[in-house]
């Protein structure tokens, strides 16, 4: 188990390393320059040049790639350029937001996906199952900044029961009445961000659950005495649920850096928010230190997704015997 | 003594996509009395299994009951709610299936899977007392370790030692009938032998109705046979009777078709054609293409039951020695 | 027949086989699943010659590794004593249509959208034994009389058989070219009992028709003691006892043959004798015991069985045991 362990984390850290590579040479390949959206024309030439030199822009590509993996090593992701503060300080400003938000949609997509697919899969067929299927269907394919401005356009514009964006309002408030500022802003963007989850989980739970109610574990279950509910919630459940953890798992990695469309369009002050407005200013330091985050996210979901479910599943041996 | 089970006049069929039901078992009679192994034998599509099934009410969803009664220790199971058959499931009847490989749950430990079965009926048993009687049902049933082996999943079994956990499972609360269907059928011989020789002990005092297509389980086993051919028990009786005497020609040339360890090198006794599906059954009897005695009357009614001697029934149109009309 | 008469055509000479198990760390001792291990047997002309086993003994392995469906690590096949290990030999081509199998399952080895009529004739053809479609019809039409199907069936599918009526198919096609050599792996065992005697029968006629020599796998000892004149008692990959049929229940016998006789439920209301129970399943082939492969299940098991492997050794005529103790029961 220890060793395995190690031997992921080791084949994590090599991923994170190559894709920070990665990032490093991309954004500088992008067809505009920083330079010139940081300085001003009013600066002097000899302002101007201390700045760039300041920043390291000066120097060959392969020099300031040295200096960045060294910065990297000693946990200094560098200064941003528009913001002027350290880049891990910004990150950590925001990362908290997308947490909350992330928090917010597991719990939206397993507590309803879940039991929904649970539903499904028992009424198979009928009515219900097919209300779900089309709502599934439509849940998938559905363009997520779409469902954004309409819910943005309904709940804020239209009813006004919803504020339009933000995830307090200003000034910001403390207590009870702060929290439930904050969690009525959460609401649109976790919904926006939820629904393609919500209806992969509500996929994936149905069928895996309909494969395994026709397991001869599950007519063995039944020859015990349980009834339909038991054998649901005791022997099926667990097994349906493998699929379902495994794909979720997966995009909530992506989620972290990934939510750049839901929290633009609700000014959400998140990493997402923060890669809109990177890329926008030619930020270097702040676009490679959240892409370095987004690789670590992804890393550590994969871990956590394989470990649950190897815990789920007695079969999966970690690391081998 | 009074019956077990008694199946009486029992059918049942599957519906297709259409609604259209097609007729597999048809008045099926028999009955499981106490002490007593009853061996249902026949190929594949004679509505064995379905006849197991029936006794646990676990057919198929596209099954339908198409009449007759099912008297569980007297009470017709096909009456009751699901409630009082769910009650009745683990505690008084129990199965055993064909696959030991994919009949247990593979997430969940061999000790919770047996104990669960006493957790539902006798919800009042201790933690500790399961486990000690799981243990104890184990080491009857010749699991080495059982007190690491509780700790288990399946996958961590051969093949002969989960049939065994099934087993254990299956008597863990003392049922009044044990089915087992096709319990060897996926094992090697040398680890048949064992299981055959496990249940020939633990049969005790409840009914064992044992399903199988090999002749040789249940001569080895059952005391009582029921011979069934699409859908219908075509003779039944005693062991001895039925395999010593066959009647119906279908049991004749099945007993006959088989190569035992003493078979000589002539030709094998043959039954021409091959097992009708549901979709093919006639009006009268279901053997009738592949009988070397069929006469148009048996293409075109259904064959009566006879009784022939003390404990041997036949369901066929020829005419046997010292027959009576069983239904008389 | 006495021994000069015969003719081999097969000769497998120290057959092996063993598989890689896949390594889960990084540094680990190599282990492998000994499926064949040093198999030396021949095949008369004329003869059927059965192989039975139970699971992991290696008996599909050994057909599949004769007929090269699969690399042999090593050992040597000689057929009409001409080498054909491997089948790397110049007429590759030709060992095919002289060597078939037949399956256990027939629906898994015909194609499901191919007519059954082409799927016959397609050997044939590849072979050069029909020179065009119609003479390869006329062919495949006698040829599915013979084994018990109407002509008329040329035309249909597969999935319109039933279970019997496929491996008569598959024995057609098996057939279509022309064998000397018939492997059937299994080729009974998923027949329901009536149908299972047609097809054993049907093996004995053909035999006689075309001068055919068989190779029986199977794992029902009546079955393959039926059909066999001699057979060959696998367990965990090697050869255990090679024994005429009339001879199997000799007291000379394998110690694992002898159980798995009296393992074989016999539907008679006879009384029988006591059974020998052997404890355990078929151990894994994967890291087999160092003595005698059969040692940790034998009922005769000495000391020295789980330090030696024994020879083969001829107890009668034709009849071969690897067991320490089979000498002393063979000359009392």
Redesign the interface.
């Known amino acids: 188990m220890s060793r395995y362990l190690i031997r992921r984390i080791l084949r994590g850290l090599l991923t994170i390393f190559i894709s920070v590579s990665l990032t490093f040479f991309i954004v500088r390949a992008m067809p505009s320059d920083p330079v010139s959206l940081m300085v001003s024309p009013q600066m002097t030439p000899e302002a101007q040049q201390a700045m760039i030199e300041a920043y390291g822009l000066d120097q060959p590509l392969l020099v300031q790639y040295g200096k960045f993996l060294v910065q990297l090593f000693q946990g200094n992701l560098g200064t941003s350029f528009s913001k002027h503060i350290p880049v891990t300080e910004y990150l950590l400003q925001r990362l908290p937001w997308t947490l909350m938000l992330l928090g917010a949609v597991i719990v939206l997509v397993l507590g309803i996906g879940i039991p929904v697919g649970v539903f499904a899969a028992r009424h198979r067929g009928k009515w219900g199952d097919r209300v779900v299927s089309v709502m599934v269907t439509l849940g998938i394919s559905v363009f997520i900044p779409f469902i954004s401005f309409l819910l943005l356009y309904l709940f804020a514009f239209r009813f006004k029961v919803m504020p339009t964006g933000g995830a307090y309002t200003p000034p910001k408030g403390e207590g009870l009445s702060y929290v439930l500022d904050v969690a009525k802003h959460l609401v649109l963007p976790t919904v926006a961000l939820a629904v393609t989850n919500l209806a992969n989980a509500v996929m994936y739970t149905r069928n895996g659950m309909i494969d395994v109610l026709h397991e001869d574990y599950i007519r063995t279950a039944y020859s015990k005495g349980n009834n339909e509910k038991q054998v649901i919630l005791h022997h099926a459940l667990k097994n349906a649920m493998i699929p379902t953890v495994t794909v979720i798992g997966l995009q909530i990695g992506v989620m972290v850096g990934g939510a750049v469309v839901t929290e633009t369009v609700f000014s959400w002050p998140g990493v997402g928010r923060l890669i809109y407005d990177a890329v926008n200013a030619l930020d270097y330091p702040v676009l490679q230190g959240a892409f370095l985050l987004l690789a670590v996210a992804v890393v550590v979901m994969n871990l956590i997704t394989d470990l649950v479910v190897a815990w789920l599943d007695p079969r999966i041996k970690l690391g081998g015997k | 003594m009074a019956a077990v089970v008694e199946f009486k006049n029992y059918s049942m069929g599957f519906k297709d996509d259409d609604g259209q039901v097609f007729n597999l078992l048809d008045q099926v009679s028999f009955q499981v009395v106490p002490g007593k192994a009853l061996g249902i034998v026949g190929e594949s599509g004679c509505g064995k299994s379905m006849t197991s099934l029936s006794m646990m009410r676990l057919l198929p969803s596209a099954a339908v009951v198409q009449g007759g009664e099912i008297l569980f220790e007297g009470k017709n199971l096909l009456a009751m709610s699901d409630e009082e058959m769910s009650k009745i499931r683990g505690e008084k009847a129990s199965i055993i299936f064909q696959e030991p490989m994919t009949a247990l749950n593979p997430v969940l430990t061999i000790g919770k899977q047996i104990g669960e079965a006493i957790q539902l009926h006798h919800p009042e048993v201790s933690r500790e007392e399961i486990q000690k009687r799981v243990i104890q049902a184990l080491e009857e049933v010749g699991i080495p370790n059982p007190e690491t082996r509780i700790h288990q999943y399946p996958h961590e079994f051969s093949g002969g030692m989960r049939q065994r956990v099934m087993i254990a499972m299956a008597m863990i609360n003392h049922p009044a009938l044990l089915i087992a269907d096709e319990p060897t059928t996926a094992l090697d011989v040398t680890v048949q032998a064992q299981i055959l020789d496990l249940m020939k002990r633990l049969k005790g005092t409840g009914g064992l109705v044992m399903v199988t297509h090999n002749l040789g389980v249940v001569a080895e086993i059952c005391e009582e046979v029921v011979v069934m051919y699409a859908g219908r028990a075509v003779e039944r009786g005693t062991l001895k009777e039925v395999f010593d005497h066959p009647l119906h020609p279908y049991t004749k040339g099945l007993m006959a078709s088989i190569p035992t360890m003493s078979s000589g090198k002539e030709p094998l006794h043959t039954i021409p054609g091959t097992v009708p599906t549901v979709y093919d059954f006639g009006p009268g009897c279901r053997f009738a293409d592949r009988c070397e005695h069929c006469t148009q009357r048996c293409r075109q009614q259904s064959p009566p039951e006879k009784q022939v001697g003390e404990e041997h029934l036949v369901q066929c149109w020829l005419s046997f020695e010292g027959e009576e009309n069983a239904d008389a | 027949m006495t021994t000069e008469e015969r003719v081999p055509v097969l000769r497998v000479e120290h057959l092996t086989k063993l598989f890689p198990v896949k390594k889960?760390?990084l540094r680990e001792r190599q282990k492998y699943v000994h499926a064949v291990e040093d198999v030396s047997f021949e095949v008369y002309e004329g003869e059927t010659l059965g192989i039975v086993g139970?699971?992991g003994s290696g008996k599909s392995t050994l057909a599949r590794t004769i007929l090269a469906l699969t690399k042999p690590t090593g050992g040597k096949v000689f057929f009409r004593g001409q080498e054909i290990t491997g089948f790397h030999c110049r007429n590759r081509k030709q060992l095919r249509s002289q060597l078939q199998m037949i399956f256990q399952d027939p629906y898994a080895s015909l194609n499901p959208k191919m007519k059954v009529g082409p799927a016959i004739a397609e050997p044939m053809l590849a072979h050069g034994l029909a020179k065009n479609q119609e003479e390869a019809k006329k062919k495949v039409e006698e040829l599915l009389r013979t084994i018990g199907l109407q002509p008329e069936v040329y035309d249909r599918y597969p999935h319109e058989f039933?279970?019997?009526?496929r491996q008569r198919i598959g024995i057609a096609r098996a057939l279509a070219t022309q064998p000397q050599l018939l492997f059937c792996d299994e080729s009974v065992s998923a027949l329901?009992?009536?149908?299972?005697?047609?097809i054993?029968?049907l093996f004995?006629t053909l035999k006689k028709q075309r001068d055919l020599t068989y190779i029986f796998i199977g794992?029902?000892?009546?079955?393959v003691?039926?059909?066999s004149d001699r057979i060959l008692v696998m367990y965990l990959g090697k050869v255990m006892e090679i024994v005429p049929y009339d001879q199997?229940?000799s007291p000379h016998s394998h110690p694992y043959t002898q159980?798995?006789?009296?393992?074989?439920?016999?539907?008679?209301?006879a009384p029988r004798k006591d059974?020998i129970?052997?404890?355990?399943?078929?151990p894994s082939p994967v890291d087999p015991p160092k003595g005698c492969r059969f040692c940790q299940?034998c009922f005769k098991a000495q000391p020295v069985c789980f330090q030696q492997e024994p020879e083969m050794i001829q107890v009668g005529p034709d009849h071969y045991v690897r067991c320490h103790f089979a000498k002393e029961v063979a000359q009392p």
Do not use: C, F, W
């Open positions: 889960t760390k139970e699971s039933s279970g019997g009526q329901d009992v009536s149908v299972q005697a047609q054993l029968n004995n794992h029902d000892l009546a079955v003691r039926y059909i199997l229940m159980a798995l006789i009296s393992a074989v439920p016999e539907p008679t209301t059974r129970l052997l404890t355990g399943d078929v299940r």
